[in-house]
């Protein structure tokens, strides 16, 4: 399809695993975002990229976290050792560049056991 | 502090009657500023957005927003409310010198009374 997608759609993992999220953005846009959305929260920005460069990751909880865009298209956001506190829905977001609007994938839903 | 605030976090209404969801924004540069709408289980959907220029902005499925900076306010405004409207809206704040980076609010839930 056309718009971002995200896999998998949803992710149940014991505390302590590392999970591995993707995203494939729309065709062509340089710009590529994740956000966290814990429950009944609006989407925290977690970290961006222009092209396959990582410009901002200022929104990284702790260094569990790491996020990766290795040639300008598939990202991959991934996390080491998951603690329960990780359980959200996490949301990545394209745009053509970084001032024009950001289209949203469905989210990954990670639930940590 | 950059910060979004939504201050209603449930909100019902009739369906065919008017809506308007406020959001107050504290921002040190000039904004950019958006709407999106959020499905049970589904990602956020852009309604509209405010880069510059006229301050009446429309945008899908019948909404607009107005954006007064005098007031740091962009609410959205529906003149006759459906019930597929009925969702959860979030309003967001950027700017040029962020990178792209959106600072959202916590979100209004809206639910429409037949």
């Known amino acids: 399809g056309a718009g971002v997608s995200q896999s998998p759609r949803y992710k149940v993992a014991k505390r302590g695993q590392d999970v591995a999220l993707r995203c494939d953005p729309i065709?062509?846009?340089?710009?590529l975002f994740w956000y966290q959305q814990a429950l009944g929260q609006g989407p925290e920005f977690l970290t961006y990229?222009?092209?396959?460069?990582?410009?901002?990751k200022s929104g990284l909880p702790s260094d569990r976290f790491f996020a990766e865009r290795p040639e300008g298209s598939v990202s991959t956001l991934k996390i080491q050792r998951t603690q329960q506190e990780d359980s959200a829905v996490y949301l990545c977001?394209?745009?053509?560049?970084?001032?024009?609007?950001?289209?949203f994938g469905d989210g990954t839903r990670l639930s940590i056991l | 502090a950059q910060s979004v605030t939504q201050p209603d976090i449930h909100i019902t209404v009739s369906e065919g009657a008017s809506l308007e969801l406020r959001c107050n924004y504290s921002?040190?540069?000039?904004?950019?500023l958006f709407w999106y709408v959020q499905s049970p289980g589904q990602g956020l959907q852009l309604l509209l957005k405010?880069?510059?220029?006229?301050?009446l902005v429309q945008g899908i499925k019948g909404f607009e927003a107005e954006f007064k900076r005098s007031q740091s306010s962009f609410n959205l405004r529906k003149p006759s409310v459906h019930w597929s409207d009925a969702a959860e809206y979030f309003c967001?704040?950027?700017?040029?010198?962020?990178?792209?980076?959106?600072?959202f609010g916590q979100g209004t839930e809206l639910s429409v009374k037949p």
């Open positions: 990229f222009q092209n396959e460069a990582q410009l901002d």
């Open positions: 977001a394209s745009s053509f560049d970084s001032n024009q609007p950001q289209h």
């Open positions: 921002y040190g540069a000039t904004p950019y």
């Open positions: 065709s062509g846009h340089v710009s």
């Open positions: 967001a704040v950027g700017a040029h010198n962020q990178g792209g980076k959106l600072i």
């Open positions: 405010y880069f510059s220029g006229d301050t």
